[in-house]
C-alpha cells in the first residue's frame, strides 16, 4: 500500500514573525506554489508575542541608513558583516511600511505619522512601536494577513524531529501531528527553519516554553554549522521573580536605573548614553555593582530599581501600560508610584544557523531566518529592537529565496524518504515513546541543564566555569540516555515533544558552551574574565560549529566581512 | 497561615483509554508567588509526565494556557494559588470544546471561524506601494479599534458564551471583535464584504448581551460591544439604500 507523501514547494518550519513573513514573501513571489507552515503551536503563540519595546528602522530625515548600519555595527563590536548589515537597514523601513499597510496598529503622533522612541545603542530615534506590545500586535497582523492566501497550507501543533537531507539537497522534514501522533514525512522542494531561540536552556530566561532551539538543532545535525553561538545576550532589566522581560523601552521614554544608594551607576559605566546604553555593558554594569555589594537585596536575590515614577501615569499608560499590568500583576507593584526591581535575565541568541543575507545555509535546498539563524547583523550583541527587523527582512528574503529555488527543481522521490520515516520511528518510538527503561525524568534533567547554563554561561564567563559547564553536559547526555517517559500515549503527548526538545536544548547548549570556551578574548557578551580585552587580530572571526557524532562539535573560523567600518575601541 | 502543600485535582482524558474525562488530585508544595500554570509545571516535571496541556509565555500575551479553574474560565499563568487557599485548586479544559486530552481543547473550529471574518485589511487599493509609505492615521483613529486589536485569542470569550454553548456554529465573540477590529480601522474599507461574513448566520441574533464574553476577557477587550455595534450596523444595513456603512 503506497501512502501518498504531503509534497510542498516551500515548507516553512516555524509559524513565528520569521516564519509567517517567509510564507507570505514565498506566495506574493510565486503565488502558485504550494506552501507549507509548520508549527509545533499555533502561529499566534509563537514567542514573537512576547516582544514588547519595538523595531528599529530609518523611516525620516535626519535619521540615515548609514547612522543604523554604524550603530548596528559597533553594538556588534565589530563581529558583526557589514554587507549583509547594509542591504538589512535598508530593507527594514519597507518591512515597516509593509506592517502598517497591513494594519499593524503602530503607534502614532498627532498628525498620523507613525511615532519612533529612542532606545539603547542608537543614536537617534528609531525604533517604532505599538505601545509595549510591538511584537504581540506585528505577529497577530502578519499571522491574520497571512490567513487570506488559500495557497499557505498551514499544520498547527506538527512537530519536526528531523530534516530529510538526502543527495545533498534538502528535501524536506519528518516529525509527527501531536493529535495523531503519527510519524510522517512532509516533502518539500526547499524548506525554511523560523523556529526562534534556545533561551530556555537557561532558568533565568524572558524566553517562553517553547524557546528550545528546535531549528538550530535540526539544521546542525543535518550537518549545516551553527554561527557565533558563544554570544548570549542577557537583557538588563528581568523581573526578578519570573524572568518576564521589563522593555527597553521604559528607559527609552526615560526611565532611571538606580542602585542600593539610589545612585544612576551608569555614570561610571556609560557616562554618554546612561540608560540608553546596550545591552551587553548595562547587564555587566549591574552584575559588577552587585559584586560590590550595591545591588537591592530581595526574596529572588540582588537587584537594581527601574524607576518611571517622574514620568507620570499618563505617559505610563499611553506607552507602557503592559510594564504597568504585569509588575501590577507579578509583583504586586504600581509602577507609577513604586520603582520596579529588576535584575539581568537571558533574553536572545546572537547566534545561529549560518546562513547568507537571502537566508541561504551551505546545504542547498535549506534556509533560515529569525532568532534560529545567523545571518550575521547581530554579531556578538545584538541592538534592541533589531530583531523584530531581522524577522522580517531576513523572513521574507528567505522566502523569496526559497520559492526562486522550488521553481529551479525537481519534486523529492518517495523512495528514500521512506526509509527515512522508518528509522525516524524506531528511534522515536522504541528510543522514546514506548520504551519502558530507565531511571531520568525529562523535567528534571531539564532543570538541571537550565541550572549549569545559569551558573557557567552567565554575563561574565571564566574558564574553569566553562570547563564545568562542559562536564556537566556530559554527565547530563549520561542522564538523558536514561530517560524515561512516564506518558506512552501517541494523543497530545506533550512529554514525548519534550524529550525530543531536551535533546535539542542539549545540542544548542553545547555549542554554546565548546564556542565560548574556544574565544579566549571578551567581545559583546561574551565576556571572559581571564581575557578581558578584544582581541581583533585572533578572534575578528565567526565561530562555525560542527556536529560531530557522539563527541565535542568541530569549531571553524571564518573572517567578519568589513565594508566601511573599521574596528575601534567600543565605547559610549 | 502558612501552608506548606496545597492540592490541585486535574482533569484526565486520554481518549484511547478513558470512557470519560476523571479528576486526578495531586498534592504539591505551595509557595505564595505560584499560579496554576507553575502548579502544573510541577506536577509535569517532578510527579506526572502524563498530566498534558499548552503554555508558553508565562505573561499572559501568547493565549495559549486558559483552562477552567474551580469553574471559572481563566489563564493559568495569571490566576494566583493563593486565591484559593486552602484548596484543592479544581483545573478542568475550557467548556464549549472537544477535548482532545487532560486539559487541551480542540480549538480547530475557531480557527476556521477567524478566517471566516476576513481579518486582513480590506483596501480599496488592494497592494498599495511600500514607496507611498504609510497611511496617516491619528492617535484618535488608532483609539477607535485600539481595544478590539487587543485580543489574544485564548478561547475564554468561547468558553464563557452561553449562545456558543447552544449554538457551536455561532462565529463568537474573539472573531466577531477582530472582525469589529478591521471594521473600525481607517485603513480598511471592506465593509459589507465583512459584514456578510459575522451576520450571515442568525446565531448573532441570539446574543442577548448577557456580556460573560467581556467579563472573562483578561485583556479588557469588550466583545459583546462589538457583537452589539455589529448587529446595529447590520440592521442600518438592511434599513439604509447606502448600505449603512460610511
Request: charged share 25%; glycine share 10%; with cysteine.
Amino acid at each position: 500500500m503506497a501512502v501518498e507523501i504531503p509534497t510542498y514547494d516551500v515548507l516553512v518550519v516555524g509559524g513565528g514573525l520569521a516564519g509567517i513573513r517567509a510564507a507570505i514573501a514565498a506566495a506574493e513571489a510565486a503565488p502558485k506554489l504550494k506552501i507549507g507552515m509548520v508549527s509545533k503551536v499555533y502561529p499566534m503563540r509563537s514567542h514573537t508575542v512576547s516582544a514588547e519595546g519595538g523595531i528599529a528602522a530609518v523611516l525620516r530625515e535626519p535619521d540615515s541608513f548609514d547612522g543604523h548600519a554604524y550603530d548596528t555595527i559597533k553594538g556588534s563590536d565589530y563581529l558583526a558583516d557589514q554587507d549583509v548589515v547594509e542591504v538589512f537597514v535598508r530593507e527594514a523601513p519597507l518591512e515597516v511600511i509593509q506592517m502598517e499597510h497591513w494594519g499593524c496598529p503602530w503607534s502614532r503622533e498627532p498628525d498620523g505619522r507613525i511615532s519612533v522612541r529612542p532606545f539603547g545603542g542608537m543614536t537617534t530615534w528609531r525604533t517604532v512601536f505599538a505601545a509595549d506590545k510591538s511584537g504581540f500586535h506585528m505577529l497577530h497582523t502578519v499571522f491574520q494577513t497571512s490567513l487570506q492566501f488559500p495557497q499557505i497550507e498551514r499544520l498547527d501543533e506538527f512537530f519536526v524531529t528531523s530534516l530529510i537531507n538526502e543527495d545533498g539537497r534538502c528535501q524536506g522534514v519528518i516529525g509527527f501531528d501531536m493529535r495523531s501522533g503519527e510519524i510522517q514525512s512532509l516533502a518539500a522542494r526547499s524548506v525554511i527553519l523560523a523556529t526562534g531561540g534556545n533561551g530556555r536552556i537557561y532558568a533565568f530566561t524572558t524566553n517562553g516554553a517553547i524557546c528550545t532551539g528546535d531549528g538550530m538543532a535540526l539544521a546542525y545535525r543535518a550537518g549545516v554549522p551553527l554561527k557565533d553561538m558563544e554570544f548570549v545576550q542577557f537583557h538588563p532589566t528581568g523581573m526578578p521573580s519570573t524572568g518576564i522581560l521589563i522593555t527597553e523601552a521604559v528607559r527609552g521614554e526615560g526611565g532611571y536605573l538606580t542602585n542600593a544608594d539610589g545612585e544612576r551607576f551608569l555614570t561610571n559605566y556609560v557616562p554618554n548614553k546612561m540608560e540608553l546604553g546596550p545591552r551587553d555593558i548595562i547587564s555587566r554594569a549591574m552584575v559588577t555593582e552587585f559584586e560590590a555589594g550595591r545591588g537591592l537585596k530581595g526574596p529572588y536575590g540582588d537587584y537594581m530599581n527601574l524607576d518611571v515614577r517622574h514620568l507620570g501615569s499618563e505617559v505610563i499608560n499611553r506607552k507602557l501600560p503592559f510594564m504597568r499590568e504585569l509588575m501590577g500583576e507579578y509583583m504586586g507593584i504600581d509602577i507609577v508610584s513604586d520603582p520596579m526591581p529588576v535584575r539581568p535575565v537571558e533574553h536572545y541568541m546572537m547566534g545561529g544557523v549560518d546562513t547568507d543575507a537571502s537566508g541561504r545555509t551551505p546545504l542547498p535546498g535549506l534556509y533560515a531566518a529569525g532568532e534560529c539563524a545567523n545571518a550575521g547583523i547581530n554579531g556578538a550583541n545584538r541592538l534592541g529592537s533589531n530583531s523584530l527587523p531581522e524577522c522580517l527582512v531576513f523572513g521574507a528574503a528567505a522566502g523569496r529565496a526559497a520559492a526562486q529555488d522550488a521553481q529551479a527543481v525537481k519534486a523529492p522521490g518517495a523512495n528514500p524518504i521512506g526509509g527515512l520515516v522508518k528509522d525516524e520511528r524506531k528511534r522515536i518510538e522504541d528510543g522514546f515513546l514506548e520504551r519502558t527503561t530507565g531511571d531520568q525524568r525529562v523535567g528534571e534533567i531539564r532543570e538541571d541543564l537550565q541550572k549549569a547554563m545559569d551558573r557557567g554561561v552567565a554575563v561574565f564567563r571564566t574558564k574553569e566555569g566553562l570547563t564545568r559547564a562542559l562536564k556537566d553536559l556530559a554527565q547530563l547526555r549520561e542522564r538523558f540516555a536514561r530517560v524515561r517517559l512516564d506518558d506512552h500515549s501517541r494523543t497530545f503527548n506533550t512529554e514525548l515533544v519534550a524529550v525530543l526538545e531536551l535533546e535539542n536544548m542539549l545540542d544548542g547548549a553545547e555549542t554554546i558552551v565548546a564556542s565560548a570556551l574556544a574565544r579566549d578574548e571578551s567581545r559583546g557578551s561574551h565576556a571572559r574574565r581571564d581575557f578581558p580585552e578584544r582581541n581583533d587580530e585572533k578572534y575578528l572571526a565567526h565561530t562555525l560549529a560542527y556536529h560531530v557524532p557522539g563527541g565535542q562539535p568541530r569549531l571553524e573560523y571564518r573572517p567578519v566581512r568589513i565594508t566601511n567600518w573599521q574596528p575601534q575601541a567600543r565605547t559610549y | 497561615m502558612a501552608t506548606d502543600t496545597i492540592q490541585l485535582s486535574v482533569a484526565r482524558y486520554d481518549p484511547a483509554v478513558d470512557q470519560a474525562p476523571r479528576q486526578q488530585t495531586y498534592e504539591i508544595p505551595y509557595q505564595d508567588d505560584m499560579v496554576v500554570l507553575d502548579a502544573l509545571n510541577w506536577i509535569k516535571t517532578h510527579l506526572d509526565g502524563s498530566v498534558n496541556y499548552r503554555w508558553s509565555c508565562r505573561m499572559g500575551i501568547c493565549g495559549s494556557c486558559g483552562m477552567k479553574v474551580n469553574g471559572t474560565p481563566r489563564l493559568g499563568c495569571s490566576v494566583f494559588l493563593r486565591d484559593y487557599l486552602p484548596g484543592p485548586v479544581v483545573v478542568e479544559p475550557l467548556p464549549n470544546f472537544p477535548v482532545i486530552r487532560d486539559l487541551v481543547i480542540d480549538m480547530t473550529s475557531f480557527m476556521e471561524k477567524l478566517a471566516s471574518v476576513k481579518p486582513w485589511i480590506i483596501s480599496h487599493d488592494r497592494a498599495p506601494a511600500l514607496a507611498a509609505g504609510e497611511h496617516r492615521q491619528t492617535p484618535a483613529q488608532v483609539e477607535q479599534y485600539r481595544q478590539f486589536s487587543m485580543c489574544i485569542n485564548c478561547m475564554l470569550c468561547y468558553a464563557a458564551c452561553p449562545v456558543i454553548a447552544i449554538e457551536p456554529h455561532f462565529v463568537g465573540p474573539a472573531a466577531i471583535a477582530l472582525a469589529r477590529r478591521y471594521d473600525l480601522d481607517s485603513r480598511d474599507h471592506a465593509g459589507q464584504e465583512r459584514l456578510r461574513t459575522v451576520t450571515g448566520s442568525d446565531a448573532i441574533w441570539d446574543c442577548s448581551f448577557i456580556g460573560e464574553c467581556s467579563a472573562v476577557c483578561p485583556k479588557g477587550v469588550d466583545p459583546a460591544k462589538a457583537i452589539q455595534q455589529t448587529k446595529f450596523e447590520s440592521t442600518l444595513g438592511m434599513l439604509l439604500p447606502w448600505g449603512g456603512f460610511r
